[in-house]
């Protein structure tokens, strides 16, 4: 399970034993020694795992982590030398995922970062099942649809729809072809029925219905689900 990991602690030494640790488990490993270079090398580099070091030179680890937060989700492992349940909670608060107080012993380091990896790994394996066209996604896990992260909502038999077209982006569908992946929850749904899901689903998608940019129709064919870039209609 190799991942980047950026390191932001101000001491050193402690900086090399966290380094040696990472590369030996096969992780790709940048070191920083303050936080105004955390923020700026975590923007560039977009980390898997943020190891943050609380007491820092020019920002410290819980603005560092405020920051960051608010424009990423990077996993943070927070270390610092105080105990205090407050100092604690204040990190958590922040976002940070796990929080260890110093002195504390490598090998249970490498214990938590392993955890916490297997959570984005397993929060990237879920954000995978989601089908993306552009702006719109469909989640067949949970069924739900969103444009431009909002929520919308579908029938059973638009749902399936467009869960087929999403699967394959820019793919001309005929009527027949997109009634065969309804049929068995629609049994009465007709070729010309899906003009009329077709015709509410752009009302659900698009910016104007009326000059769609996203659910097209394919003259002669049928209908395909294309990336609209920004969604602006021409």
Do not use: W
């Amino acid at each position: 399970m190799c991942a980047h990991v950026l390191v932001a602690e101000d001491d050193a030494m402690q900086a090399e034993v966290i380094r040696r640790y990472l590369e030996h488990e096969g992780h790709s490993v940048l070191v920083v020694h303050d936080g105004t270079s955390a923020i700026t090398r975590a923007r560039d580099h977009r980390p898997d795992l943020l190891v943050l070091d609380v007491m820092m030179p020019g920002a410290d680890g819980l603005e560092v982590c405020r920051v960051l937060r608010a424009e990423s989700d990077v996993a943070v492992l927070m270390l610092t030398a105080r105990s205090t349940e407050s100092d604690l909670l204040a990190g958590l608060d922040l976002g940070a995922d796990d929080y260890m107080t110093k002195p504390y012993s490598p090998r249970e380091l490498m214990a938590r970062v392993r955890t916490l990896l297997r959570r984005v790994r397993r929060v990237q394996r879920a954000d995978e099942r989601v089908l993306r066209v552009g702006a719109v996604a469909v989640d067949p896990v949970r069924h739900v649809v969103e444009v431009g992260g909002d929520p919308v909502e579908c029938t059973p038999v638009e749902f399936q729809l467009l869960e087929a077209m999403a699967a394959e982006p820019g793919r001309a569908f005929t009527r027949a072809q997109l009634l065969e992946r309804v049929h068995g929850t629609a049994p009465y749904t007709t070729e010309r029925s899906i003009d009329v899901h077709v015709k509410n689903l752009r009302r659900k998608l698009e910016p104007a219905p009326r000059r769609p940019v996203r659910l097209l129709t394919v003259y002669g064919i049928g209908y395909k689900l294309v990336d609209a870039g920004d969604g602006r209609v021409p």
